[in-house]
């Protein structure tokens, strides 16, 4: 930018930052672990599976009226269950 004679170059505070490639900073959110457990849970598999049908069968069908949404219910309620039952006891 130029003012009269003066002339002011503008940059970005964050070019003087040094580059830190390793986000190691970050703590690990044990949420997502215990997510990825809990849907390896035999209880939720189960529900799973299920789902895992519906979308096969309402997918195979050109014209239906079913969907699969009770059973997204039942393993979302499954891992949440299992999530909050973990996740709680696990926090400072």
Known sequence: ????????????????APADDDEDDEPE???VTIKESC??????????????SCNARVSSRKETE???YEEVLD?????????????????K
């Open 75 to 91: 393993y979302v309620h499954c891992v949440d269950h299992c999530v909050a039952k973990n996740l709680f006891n696990k926090l």
């Open 39 to 52: 849907q390896q849970n035999a209880e939720c598999v189960k529900y799973k599976d299920a789902l895992d």
């Open 29 to 31: 959110d044990i949420q």
């Open 66 to 68: 079913e969907t699969c």
């Open 1 to 16: 930018m130029t003012l009269g004679e003066n002339t002011v170059a503008l940059k970005d505070p964050e070019d003087d």
